[in-house]
């Protein structure tokens, strides 16, 4: 599905970088451990129209992925936003391509991106969603739920995010904190649309274990190997009657069109971050939508910067099941943007705005700034 139409070149003045530390409602616990503070990368490409927006969704350490923020920083100031403001002007398409010289780092070059994106269609007064060739206007809102004390909190987390009005329920495993966990969130909510995350936290010596959770009527489960085990995932598929589902292997289209070429995955979670971008997000829905294979979009925690993006690339029309795209208020007190995300009947709505359709908050954005640099030419 082709973009509506190519945004329009943008002639860059500078690119701002700023590391910001936002406090998480409460702990956020996964198998690679817990955060308390969101660390993350905000970008602002400056042109002689105004300002674009992007975010870097790499971690303080490099846990899920092997890009962390340090690094970003690093590759970022050294030689991504050089890359680019040597071009002067720029179309928003063309940033890979810049970029490609530089090996790897896509959650780096996706926040660097989306800031050109969205400085150039904030100038033609164009919405990130009618650029991607969104579908619908709001898009409904699944919640991911960390590893709790014991199985009981975890029911209350749940049963909190159910009355928020959530329509999917994710929750985070990883062994011996599984199929006791599972079982009570389906026992204490029926048929709530559930699905498990394990992040990479078993290897196919755990498939009887992983085959137990067949049990419970689940979505999919959700990386259940090592981010480079596509064969072990295809062979583990075979073995259970639950969908797989792959996050951390995707890193691009390629490795879309070899996961689904080997049977590895039955439905692709997308993070722009984690494949380079939204436009390569873009390729991967539309070779999903092909091959009659489901998508849904992944959250890493965003601002609403990223979130405004997010939902847009959610109304897309291959994204079938909902993704990670809560309301603000589910990680931060306080956000960046001056409207932040709100579930609505369990929806988020799609920004209509130009570009992506937030505006910053520039007193919260000063609070939370740790670290900043401008670059110029």
């Known amino acids: 599905m082709p973009l509506t139409r190519p945004a329009p070149p943008v002639t860059l003045d500078a690119v701002e970088l700023r590391v910001l530390h936002l406090p998480l409602v409460s702990p956020f616990t996964t198998s690679f451990g817990t955060e308390t503070v969101r660390e993350v990368i905000v970008v602002s490409a400056e042109t002689p129209d105004g300002r674009g927006w992007g975010e870097v969704v790499t971690s303080a350490e490099p846990h899920y992925s092997s890009e962390y923020t340090e690094g970003a920083w690093d590759v970022l100031s050294?030689?991504?936003?050089?890359?680019?403001?040597?071009?002067?002007?720029?179309?928003?398409?063309?940033?890979?391509g810049i970029l490609s010289p530089v090996v790897g780092h896509r959650m780096a070059k996706a926040g660097l991106e989306l800031a050109v994106i969205d400085a150039a269609l904030r100038a033609d007064g164009r919405s990130f969603g009618q650029y991607l060739g969104a579908a619908r206007d709001r898009v409904p809102?699944?919640?991911?739920?960390?590893?709790?004390?014991?199985?009981a909190a975890l029911v209350d987390a749940v049963g909190g995010y159910l009355d928020e009005g959530y329509v999917r329920i994710k929750i985070k495993i990883k062994p011996g904190r599984d199929?006791?966990?599972?079982?009570?969130?389906?026992?204490?909510?029926g048929a709530v649309p559930l699905q498990v995350d394990a992040n990479s936290a078993y290897t196919l010596a755990d498939a009887d274990t992983l085959a137990e959770l067949d049990a419970f009527d689940l979505l999919l489960i959700e990386q259940p190997l090592q981010e480079d085990d596509l064969v072990d995932h295809a062979t583990l598929a075979k073995r259970l009657s639950t969908p797989v589902c792959l996050d951390e292997s995707i890193v691009s289209d390629k490795a879309a069109a070899d996961a689904l070429a080997l049977g590895a995955a039955a439905i692709i979670n997308i993070k722009a971050g984690r494949v380079g971008g939204y436009l390569e997000a873009v390729a991967i829905h539309d070779r999903a939508l092909a091959a009659g294979i489901p998508v849904w979009c992944g959250g890493m925690l965003e601002t609403g910067i990223g979130r405004a993006a997010n939902a847009a690339l959610a109304a897309l029309p291959g994204f079938t099941l909902p993704g990670d795209i809560s309301a603000s208020g589910r990680f931060y007190t306080r956000d960046i943007v001056t409207e932040?995300?709100?579930?609505?009947?369990?929806?988020?709505?799609?920004?209509?705005?130009?570009?992506?359709?937030v505006e910053i908050d520039e007193a919260a954005l000063e609070a939370f700034t740790v670290r900043r640099e401008r670059i110029t030419r």
């Open 340 to 357: 932040p995300a709100v579930v609505e009947d369990g929806h988020v709505r799609v920004p209509t705005g130009p570009g992506l359709g």
């Open 141 to 151: 809102s699944g919640v991911s739920v960390g590893i709790q004390r014991d199985p």
């Open 78 to 96: 050294r030689f991504l936003v050089p890359a680019v403001l040597e071009s002067r002007t720029v179309a928003a398409e063309e940033v890979a």
């Open 179 to 189: 199929l006791d966990d599972t079982a009570a969130v389906r026992a204490a909510f």
